[in-house]
Each structure stands twice: as structure tokens, then as C-alpha cells.
């Protein structure tokens, strides 16, 4: 099915953010045009608690206007669409957010933008190889602003990360430029025939590669102080500039000269750069180099508690750091390491590899970080002053590319989905005491291939296809079974037997049924070493005794499930599965050209033979199957325009064409869906031709009833199941992200009412 009106977490590049009281927020891109709030504090697990749309195109980056004495929060978001928008907050509620201008002026996408307490000024850097400066007016209900300043940058130097801050005792500003370059430009405020305007003063070099993010932060709390700079490089090194007010140079970091460092194989240049502004004369110099990482480092953000300053970065390598200056010998160290360690890295999403963090931020009170993964999850982890260390608590997750594919289990008791991020995830309901909420609770399919269609066979097993031309059937193993039990109330499917514990091969691609081991126990090899499973993923007796739903690591290496059957017959990539709603027959199609590989084919799920013939009708494509409620009728639709409709033959397992329309739309057909039984053979079709059509018997044919015209082209129908009374509801799923809800009169199929739902 499939469900394009879905709105989805994506992530792609990385991103920084800012953080305002009360909120961890979260910045989407890839596929989403959408800015999203998490409120941290939420003792329900909501989760996200407000969609904030408006732009055309993917959302680059995100981060709050610090306040001062604004009790309105101002949003500031940047996007591909080349435009900058200003959400202004709600006294109502800390969740609302509204347009309150546009920006534009940038003639590329919006990458990067920085503010700082205490101004009203904001620097946009983009693909244009611009940096610009905005003045922001807050008056009354009324938000706007307007460009002050445009910086043209060196040919092919596209910024990718901006810092803005005030130099010591002085109102003059100070901008960090940084981008796909391995320098670090310098701009402060001059004044310039009787204009306030932004001047080139220095150029920072050490880097190897491109700065992915810069950070201001002053020494002392009261900003009397030096003034330190933070930039994080694709070189896998952390760089601390010190900006020092005064004729004099700061003494040298005793860190530059410090005999670990001869390993990079050239000495570290202390240079001193010096600048004049507002009548005071500064110098910036190298502070310290920052060592650890292991690949690039995205984000760097500075938390201050007193005057003690940490630096939390976030690696490509999964890891998160969070560095400290030894108050003894002044020396940068990691004191805190968070993620994956080295021994449970792997290569691919297979062995649960993260694939590295792409944001990390500090809450306001420096007690709590997050971090957002390559596979969509927000990590939390809050410090516990009791036991001394970091402990990692609910964060959120979801799919980081399109979803392809939704299906209930047979009892409605958690929902599957799959996606062009090659996992299928099972989300369900906690249930503690009153409180209610849906969380991923299993990761049971990663896979090597994009996946695109998912169906559940009963309550313990599904199907699911790729872009691969065997489908895989997957069996739920015990332990999954005994978490959604405790956590859900899910029953266990007692007539079916469970796998136990299940891992992916180190060297395979099928996930395969392995042995609980005890906490002390170690996992033999034996001699077939291909096979074997990988035991930094092998669960211990106590992994899924767990009292919330499972942690990003978790669900990642210990909640697959059996991979039970492979079945074989399709030429490509598979494009449609569905199940009999009694769980005895599977019908699969796959992605055709011609007639000879449009057909649909059907197998039984005792031994997973394929009952043949196979079916023919469409010459394209088939994209959508439905079984009929009571298994008699199989309908398909496809890009050739057509429905079909297959009869099942008495006592057999064996369908054959009963009726079909060449013409059922003027466009490809995405999606279809049958009526419950009480309306007779009755189904809806959509497709992109912006039509849903409603068709019916009249006779020994299905005659077209009711047209539903829509704004875009519809990919996906489906009826409600039961009716009320005697009206049918149709949900209907657009292109454009429209979800709708028509409720016809059974009698006749005339439109009674429609619902359109509200994105946000």
C-alpha cells in the first residue's frame, strides 16, 4: 500500500541547532518540508508535539532567536526553496508556531544560520556563496525583517556552518564564516560611511578539510573575559581559537606544544591575528587541538556550568564527546565519550551500525544531550549525579527516507511499516497504568535493498519485497513476543511456534534463530564460521528485560526477527504483496515492461509452494493487490490503466479473471480497496490522474457509481472495514500530502460528508 500522505522523520545532512527552555527541538530534511518540536520534559512520551510547514522544499537548518526579554519565541528556519521564514510562538502554547515573514534574496538553498543573545542581527550562509545579514523587528503581534548587509564569498566557497557573537566589553560583533573550505573567516562590525556593516579581519588555517561547524562561547560568565572559537572539520579534529582583548598576546596554550601532538607530523602554527575595532585592538591565536574522533565531526555546542565550559561534538565515527579543560594543567580532554564503542561498531545498518550522529545539542540546564543518528533516532541521555555517569533515556525514532509500506497485524495489535531506508519497524502502544503512547518496538527487517511492500500473514509473522526479486517471510521470536506482552499487552500467538533469540551472520544477509546466552557465557563458533553468529549482536538472558520500550541500540542489534522462507518466482524487483485475510495465500507482483512479467503469483503458506498458473490481465506494472473480506475476489490494479478482478474457483486455492477494465482510469492506478461484505462486491480505485472512482455490480458487470475528484494524484484508498449505520468511510492519501475522509451513503455511494485532516 502505498502511503505517500504519510508524513516521515528524515534526516540526510547534518545539521546544528539551537536550544530554547523547555524544548529539544529538531530540524528535518530529505524528504521533509517540515520543522518538527519535540518537547523533552514530556512525562506522557508523546513524543512530537507540533508539524510546522510552510516551506516548498527540504529544510536545511533550524534554530531558535535567543531571547532576552521577548516572552514570544521566534523561530528562524532556512530551506532548499532559497527562502528564510520567521515562526513566531504563541503565548496560548509553548507548541504553536506561525508564518510571520519570508525572506528571500539568496539565489541558492539556505544552509546555515546563526544569532546571538542580546541582537537583533542574524547571518544566513547558502549555495550561492553568500552570507547575509538581517535585521529582525519584533513589534507588537508584528514580526519582520529586513537585509542590512550582503558578504560575497571566494568563488566555490559555500558555507556551511556560521558563529556569531560580541567581542569582550564591546558592542561590536564578531562573525565566524566556515565552509567548504578547510579556513575560517573572520568578519566584525565596522562602521562604514555611517553604516554598521560587517569587514573581512582574518583568516583562520590548520584544517584539512571542510569546517562543518563553528562555536562562540566567552571564557568568564560576565563576558569580561577572552573569547573562545570552536571549529569542527572534516579532518576529524576539533580546533579552539582564542580571541584576547588587548596589545598584549594571551600566553601560549600549553596544549600546542604538548609532545602527543608530534604524531600529526608537522608542527601546529600559533600565528597571531590581529584586528582593531571600536577603538579596542584584539588578536585571535590557536588555543588548543582537540583530538579523538575518528571520523568527521558534524556539530560542535558549548554548555557552560559556572565557569566550568564543556564542548559536546558529534562524530560520524556514532560517538558523541564531551570535552573539559584540565583545571590543573589547562589541557582539552575528553571526559565523557557516549554512543558506540569500538567493539560494537559495524560497516552496514546490518550489524546495527548508527552510521554516525549528525547533531548533538545541550538542554538549557547542561544536565541532559541529544543527538540524531543516521537512522532517524533521537538519543537522550541525562547525567545522574548519584551514580556519576550518563545514563540514556526515551528519545524518538522513525524512518529516515520514504515509506513505502504500511500493515496491521491480523488483530490490529501493532502496526508495521517499511521503507526506502531498507528497515521494516513495528510500532505498538505502551500501556502503563492511564498513560497511552506509540513507540518503535522492534526493528525486525534491515535489509541490503530498498524495501517496498509489506504484508502481515497473522499476528506472528509477515512478508515483506524489495528491490530484489525474492520475498522474505519473517517469523516473531519469542523474546520480541514476551516484550510486547509486558510493555503492550499484546498476547502471544500460543499455536505458533517462536524462534528464540534472533542475529544476522557475520557474513550473511538472512537473519537467522541463535541460542539466549547468559550474562557470563560466551558464544561458540563452531566450525561453520560463515554462518556463525556476530557476538557483539548475540543478546544476553537480560537484554529484553527492559521496563520503557527498546533503546535505539536495542532495536537496532536484538529486536530482528526469523527470516522463515524466501520465495522465488518473480523476475524483478518486487512491486505489490498482499495476504488472504484467513493467512493461507500470499499473491506477489513485481515492477514489468510487458505482459509476460505483470503477473501476479500466488503461494500457500503451509509449505510455500507457489499454486500456478499464474495470474494474467495487466501488461505494466501491477501496484496494488487486495483480497475481498471473505477471500473469494482478488482485485489488482496497475500503470496500464486497468483493474482486474480474479474469482477464486470452489474448494481450490485457484483464481481465474472474471472481469477487468482496460480503461478504469485515464492515468496509472495506485491504489484500490474493498468495501466490507455487507455493500456487496463493491471496491474504490485512484490514481494519478486526481480521480478516486467507486465501482460496483449492476448485473454481471462493475459499473462506475461515484467520482471523486481530487487536487493531486491520489496513491492511496482504503475503506474502513466496518460500517456505521449504513455509510462507509473512505480514506483517501494524496501526492501532496492531503489525507481525506469522505463518508458515502451505502445505498447509492453518494458523498455524504468529508474530513479533510489537519497536517499539524
Known amino acids: 500500500m502505498s502511503i505517500s500522505v504519510l508524513e516521515v522523520i528524515a534526516i540526510q545532512t547534518p545539521l546544528i541547532g539551537t536550544l530554547q527552555p523547555g524544548y529539544l527541538r529538531m530540524a528535518l530534511t530529505e524528504i521533509s518540508h517540515y520543522g518538527y518540536l519535540w518537547y523533552s520534559p514530556d512525562v506522557d512520551q508523546v513524543g512530537l508535539r507540533a508539524l510546522i510547514s510552510g516551506h516548498t522544499d527540504k529544510v536545511n537548518t533550524i534554530r531558535f532567536l535567543p531571547q532576552t526579554s521577548r516572552d514570544i519565541p521566534i523561530l528562524i528556519s532556512g530551506s532548499v526553496d532559497k527562502t528564510i521564514r520567521l515562526w513566531r510562538g504563541s503565548q496560548a502554547s509553548i507548541f504553536e508556531f506561525k508564518n510571520a515573514a519570508i525572506l528571500t534574496g539568496h539565489s541558492g538553498s539556505i544552509n546555515c544560520l546563526a544569532a546571538v543573545a542580546g541582537s537583533t542581527l542574524i547571518a544566513s550562509g547558502a549555495a550561492d556563496a553568500t552570507v547575509k545579514i538581517w535585521q529582525i523587528t519584533?513589534?507588537?503581534?508584528?514580526?519582520?525583517?529586513?537585509?542590512?548587509?550582503?558578504?560575497?564569498?571566494?568563488?566555490?566557497?559555500?558555507?556551511?556552518?556560521?558563529?556569531?557573537?560580541?567581542?569582550?566589553?564591546?558592542?561590536?560583533?564578531?562573525?565566524?564564516?566556515?565552509?567548504?573550505?578547510?579556513?575560517?573567516?573572520?568578519?566584525?562590525?565596522?562602521?562604514?560611511?555611517?553604516?554598521?556593516?560587517?569587514?573581512?579581519?582574518?583568516?583562520?588555517?590548520?584544517?584539512?578539510?571542510?569546517?562543518r561547524s563553528l562555536g562562540f562561547v566567552h571564557e568568564v560568565q560576565d563576558c569580561r573575559g577572552d573569547l573562545l572559537l570552536a571549529s569542527a572539520s572534516q579532518d576529524k579534529y576539533i580546533r579552539l581559537w582564542r580571541v584576547h582583548h588587548g596589545e598584549a598576546l594571551p600566553t601560549s596554550g600549553i596544549v600546542a606544544h604538548h609532545p602527543s601532538l608530534g604524531a600529526l607530523g608537522k608542527p601546529l602554527s600559533n600565528k597571531a591575528h590581529r584586528f582593531d575595532a571600536a577603538d579596542f585592538k584584539y588578536s585571535i591565536t590557536f588555543e588548543a587541538l582537540l583530538l579523538g574522533h575518528e571520523d568527521w565531526i558534524y556539530t560542535i555546542t558549548w554548555s557552560r556550568h559556572g565557569e566550568m565550559l564543556q564542548l559536546l561534538s558529534a562524530s560520524a565515527d556514532n560517538s558523541l564527546a564531551i570535552w573539559e579543560s584540565d583545571p590543573s594543567s589547562g589541557i582539552w580532554i575528553c571526559t565523557t565519550r557516549l554512543g558506540e564503542i569500538s567493539a560494537q561498531k559495524g560497516s552496514t545498518t546490518a550489524t546495527g551500525s548508527s552510521g554516525g550522529f549528525y547533531t548533538g545539542l545541550w538542554s538549557p540546564n547542561g544536565d541532559s544531550v541529544v543527538s540524531l543518528s543516521r537512522t532517524g533516532s533521537w538519543r537522550l541521555w541525562t547525567y545522574n549525579a548519584d551514580q556519576d555517569r550518563w545514563l540514556q533515556g526515551l528519545g524518538l525514532t522513525g524512518h529516515v527516507k520514504h515509506v513505502t509500506g504500511i500493515a496491521w497485524a491480523k488483530g490490529g495489535s501493532y502496526l508495521l511499516s517499511t521503507s526506502s531506508d531498507q528497515t521494516t519497524r513495528l510500532h505498538a502502544e505502551w500501556k502503563r497504568g492511564t498513560n497511552r503512547s506509540w513507540h518503535e518496538f522492534a526493528r525486525p527487517q534491515i535489509h541490503g535493498y530498498d524495501l517496498n511492500c509489506i504484508e502481515s500473514i497473522n499476528d506472528g509473522r509477515f512478508i515483506s519485497g524489495a528491490d530484489e526479486k525474492p520475498l522474505r517471510v519473517f517469523d516473531e521470536p519469542v523474546d520480541v513476543a514476551q516484550m510486547l506482552e509486558r510493555l503492550c499487552g499484546i498476547t502471544r500467538n500460543v499455536g505458533q511456534e517462536m524462534p528464540g533469540v534472533v542475529n544476522i551472520p557475520v557474513l550473511g544477509l538472512s537473519n537467522k534463530a541463535v541460542e539466549i546466552l547468559d550474562d557470563e557465557e560466551s558464544l561458540s563458533v563452531g566450525d561453520d564460521e560463515h554462518n556463525a553468529a556476530d557476538p557483539t549482536t548475540t543478546p544476553g538472558s537480560s537484554t529484553f528485560i527492559v521496563t520503557h520500550p527498546p533503546s535505539e541500540d536495542q532495536l537496532a542489534r536484538h529486536t530482528l526477527w526469523s527470516e522463515r522462507e524466501k520465495l522465488y518466482g518473480h523476475g524483478y524487483e518486487i512491486s505489490s504483496v498482499a495476504a488472504s485475510n484467513d493467512g493461507t495465500l500470499v499473491a506477489t507482483a513485481c515492477k514489468a515492461s510487458s505482459a509476460d512479467h505483470a503477473v501476479i503469483r500466488l503461494y500457500e503458506t503451509q509449505e510455500w509452494r507457489e499454486t500456478?498458473?499464474?495470474?494474467?490481465?495487466?501488461?505494466?506494472?501491477?501496484?496494488?493487490?487486495?483480497?475481498?473480506?471473505?477471500?473469494?475476489?482478488?482485485?489488482?490494479?496497475?500503470?496500464?490503466?486497468q483493474w482486474a478482478i480474479f474469482a477464486r474457483e470452489d474448494g481450490q486455492q485457484n483464481y481465474a479473471l472474471t472481469a477487468s477494465n482496460t480503461k478504469g482510469h485515464t492515468r496509472m492506478i495506485l491504489s484500490a480497496s474493498w468495501t466490507p461484505l455487507a455493500y456487496g462486491r463493491t471496491f474504490a480505485t485512484a490514481g494519478r490522474d486526481k480521480v478516486v472512482k467507486i465501482w460496483a455490480t449492476q448485473g454481471d458487470e462493475f459499473k462506475c457509481k461515484t467520482v471523486i475528484q481530487a487536487p493531486s494524484p491520489v496513491t492511496s484508498v482504503d475503506f474502513l472495514p466496518r460500517s456505521s449505520g449504513n455509510e462507509l468511510i473512505l480514506a483517501v492519501g494524496a501526492e501532496n500530502g492531503d489525507l481525506v475522509l469522505h463518508s458515502i451513503k451505502g445505498s447509492n455511494f453518494e458523498i455524504l460528508r468529508t474530513f479533510t485532516t489537519d497536517r499539524k
Open 138 to 211: 519584533v513589534s507588537g503581534n508584528s514580526t519582520s525583517a529586513t537585509l542590512i548587509q550582503t558578504i560575497s564569498l571566494l568563488p566555490r566557497f559555500f558555507p556551511l556552518a556560521l558563529a556569531l557573537s560580541y567581542l569582550q566589553e564591546s558592542a561590536t560583533l564578531i562573525l565566524a564564516v566556515g565552509g567548504t573550505k578547510s579556513f575560517v573567516e573572520i568578519y566584525v562590525t565596522d562602521t562604514v560611511e555611517g553604516s554598521t556593516l560587517f569587514t573581512s579581519r582574518a583568516t583562520l588555517t590548520g584544517h584539512e578539510g571542510w569546517i
Open 612 to 641: 500456478k498458473p499464474p495470474l494474467v490481465a495487466h501488461s505494466l506494472t501491477v501496484t496494488c493487490i487486495r483480497f475481498s473480506a471473505d477471500d473469494k475476489m482478488l482485485l489488482s490494479v496497475g500503470r496500464d490503466r
